[in-house]
């Protein structure tokens, strides 16, 4: 069982460019989550998908924010054109659709818009 | 919508001490509750789970009972150890299975 897994683990990056993140998912999670974490709070929900659906978006997910999950296994986060309030840890978590098995969480992609 | 509602500390403790976190939530239906910890530079680790009212989660020592009469899933251990120094995040889950959380509790135990 190698975990959920994020890549990369760290990301500087300069204000205006385009990011991209990729969470591998325990192999057998149908369900994958993203959240945001800033500082000194608790994660916020950005979106989920089931297998290769994209079920749910947050408000917190704006226009520049976009995530993908071809053919339900891993799972790319792109924000374009970045902003200093974009930095944050963006943590990946997946688990089975079972109603009441928990979402394993990967170690994150900590962002830092420079 | 769903909210959980987490002593925010710090909280400081020596070693072998008593440990209680507080938290309450609102939420409609019937969440399943969760602690999550998170150690210095490490992702979110479950740390225990309730399903239903009057479950009681534990492990490693750490318990929390789920009161559906006082919107509640309070932490505790009994004798902490310095190990145990991480953010505690109380969390929900309701029906549409994403995770509702608090704003972590930091708990430092000293030898």
């Known amino acids: 069982d190698t975990g959920v897994s994020q890549d990369p683990r760290h990301k500087i990056t300069k204000r205006g460019q385009n990011v991209t993140f990729r969470c591998d998912p325990i192999?057998?999670?149908?369900?994958l989550y993203w959240y945001r974490q800033t500082l000194g709070q608790g994660p916020e929900f950005l979106t989920y998908f089931q297998n290769e659906a994209q079920l749910e978006k947050s408000r917190l997910l704006s226009d520049r924010f976009s995530a993908e999950r071809p053919k339900g296994s891993f799972s790319t986060l792109e924000i374009q054109r970045t902003e200093q309030g974009d930095s944050a840890m963006y943590l990946c978590?997946?688990?089975?659709?079972?109603?009441?098995?928990?979402?394993?969480f990967g170690q994150g992609t900590r962002l830092t818009v420079v | 919508g769903n909210s959980v509602t987490q002593m925010e500390g710090p909280v400081t403790l020596s070693e072998e001490a008593f440990l209680t976190i507080n938290c309450t939530y609102t939420?409609?239906?019937?969440?399943?509750l969760f602690w999550y910890v998170q150690y210095p530079g490490e992702g979110l680790q479950l740390l225990l789970k309730a399903t239903k009212a009057d479950d009681k989660g534990s492990n490693k020592g750490f318990e929390a009972t789920y009161r559906k009469e006082t919107t509640s899933f309070h932490l505790e251990k009994g004798s902490v150890q310095v190990s145990d120094s991480a953010v505690y995040f109380c969390?929900?889950?309701?029906?549409?299975?994403?995770?509702?959380f608090g704003k972590g509790t930091l708990l430092t135990v000293n030898p």
């Open positions: 192999s057998e999670h149908n369900r």
């Open positions: 969390a929900l889950r309701g029906s549409n299975y994403k995770l509702t």
């Open positions: 939420a409609t239906g019937y969440p399943s």
């Open positions: 978590a997946s688990s089975l659709e079972s109603t009441n098995t928990e979402a394993f």
